[in-house]
Nanobody, 116 residues
Framework: QVQLVESGGGLVQPGGSLRLSCVSS????????MGWYRQVPGKQRELVAI???????NYVDSVKGRCTISRDNAKNTVYLQMYSLKPEDTAVYYC??????????WGQGTQVTVSS
């Protein structure tokens, strides 16, 4: 059974930083891309950042310059380092893994709240 276990969410003040982690049980050689999405109530889930097999990274415009996605293949882990957080970054953040065999897996989500 595939598991994606997220951690690192929480309450942070505007301007603060957080690092989200996601440990994947999917073998790295099967993975095409790992990414982070977020969702707020009443809105569609949106892609925040993605890291593909060839090392390419992409970010949604609203977080460019404030987020860094990275992978540690030895630990089967993807990270999302977030800086200069804003109240509008408040959401449930989900880890996502896509394999080279058209499989998609989601983590359970971790709440990030940016508030003073």
């Amino acid at each position: 059974q595939v598991q994606l276990v997220e951690s690192g969410g929480g309450l942070v003040q505007p301007g603060g930083s957080l690092r989200l982690s996601c440990v994947s049980s999917v073998a790295m050689f099967r993975i095409a891309a790992m990414g982070w999405y977020r969702q707020v109530p009443g809105k569609q889930r949106e892609l925040v950042a993605i890291n593909t097999r060839d090392g390419t990274t992409n970010y949604v415009d609203s977080v460019k310059g404030r987020c860094t996605i990275s992978r540690d293949n030895a630990k089967n882990t993807v990270y999302l380092q977030m800086y200069s957080l804003k109240p509008e970054d408040t959401a449930v953040y989900y880890c996502n893994v896509r394999t080279m065999y058209a499989e998609t897996y989601w983590g359970q989500g971790t709440q990030v709240t940016v508030s003073s």
